[in-house]
């Protein structure tokens, strides 16, 4: 055990900005919101927040964390209750169906669960378990990955206000893949309702690292980069580009800015989910231009801020 923290710690101190990140995540509780999300934002994107006059997309989010605080987001972004208000909004076929919820990993019923499935916790980003084959599922690993994420407190770790009040449970959906054999994501950037931009997110049930590309709403591809790399090969314009667009233009109306998550399979299209923060507002585009390009297209609700 010793020798295992050591080798952790090692680590970590062998990346200074990591190591900090890491420890003001730790500390990030007794901290109110906005000196650590001024902190949080210079060590990621490095350079200062500035809240009285946002001018980055990156910037602007930040705003929102702190002054757009709609109660209506946190059933939009818990991936049990969201599937209820979109359905309500674009109907029951778009939704992917829940197998079962449960409050404690410990309590999934694996026999009663079908051969292929996914398992999420509804109130963070990336507790989740695609099963393939259940008859290769280590399935002590995955109570302990699920255990672990209910435990996580995303709200505190970046400050999204609107998981801080989401029920922590887990829920188990149908498996879905398309004609590639994963289930490419297609995000789309939505500003008063209008969608501007998307990428999709693909590469990423493969040993490879995901990839990210942009695209504007013709499908051209932009020379824009975030977090992953682009593709090699370029992505075929989806047949069902524009009923995407247009589901993307309902579930963002009358909302600031939020990015409208869908998958294509087999020529339909399913809801994934809602995400009011792109990356937590952490992650810089390239070129550093289309921090402000996007920045551009999100206008804050009127209120007067002062340092």
């Known amino acids: ?25 730790k500390i990030g509780p007794i901290i109110p919101d906005r000196p650590f999300l001024r902190l949080r934002f210079k060590l990621k994107n490095g350079y200062k927040l500035d809240l009285k006059n946002p001018r980055t997309y990156n910037e602007k989010l930040q705003w929102l964390k702190l002054y757009d605080r709609n109660p209506e987001y946190t059933k939009m972004v818990d991936k049990y209750e969201a599937k ?11 939704i992917i169906p829940t197998i079962g919820v449960w409050e404690r990993a410990e309590d999934i019923d694996f026999d009663r669960l079908p051969n292929q499935f996914v398992l999420k916790c509804t109130h963070d980003s990336g507790g989740i378990v695609v099963c393939r084959d259940k008859k290769k599922l280590n399935i002590q690993d995955t109570i302990e990955k699920l255990g672990k994420g209910l435990k996580t407190d995303f709200f505190n770790i970046n400050r999204e206000w609107p998981y801080k009040d989401v029920k922590r449970r887990i829920i188990a959906e149908e498996y879905k893949e398309d004609e590639n054999g994963e289930l490419a994501d297609y995000k789309f950037f939505c500003f008063d309702g209008e969608p501007k931009m998307l990428f999709v997110a693909t590469d990423r049930l493969s040993a490879e690292e995901t990839k990210f ?3 504007d709403l013709e499908w051209n591809h932009l020379p824009v980069l975030c977090g992953h790399p682009n593709r090699k090969t370029p992505i075929p314009r989806p047949s069902n580009l524009t009923e995407m667009i247009d589901i993307a233009r309902r579930l963002s109306a009358g909302l600031p800015h939020v990015r409208v998550d869908l998958y294509n399979c087999g020529g339909r299209v399913y809801f994934g989910e809602l995400t ?8 810089t585009f390239m070129p550093f231009e289309w921090n402000y390009i996007m920045g551009s297209w999100l206008k804050l609700p009127g209120k007067d801020i002062t340092q």
């Open 1 to 25: 055990m010793r020798n295992n923290i050591l080798g952790i710690l090692a680590k970590r101190l062998s990346n200074p900005k990591a190591f900090l990140d890491y420890v003001l995540c």
């Open 84 to 94: 209820r208000y979109v359905a309500g909004i674009i109907g029951e076929e778009y």
């Open 213 to 215: 590309d942009f695209y």
């Open 276 to 283: 009011f923060f792109h990356w937590s507002g952490f992650k």
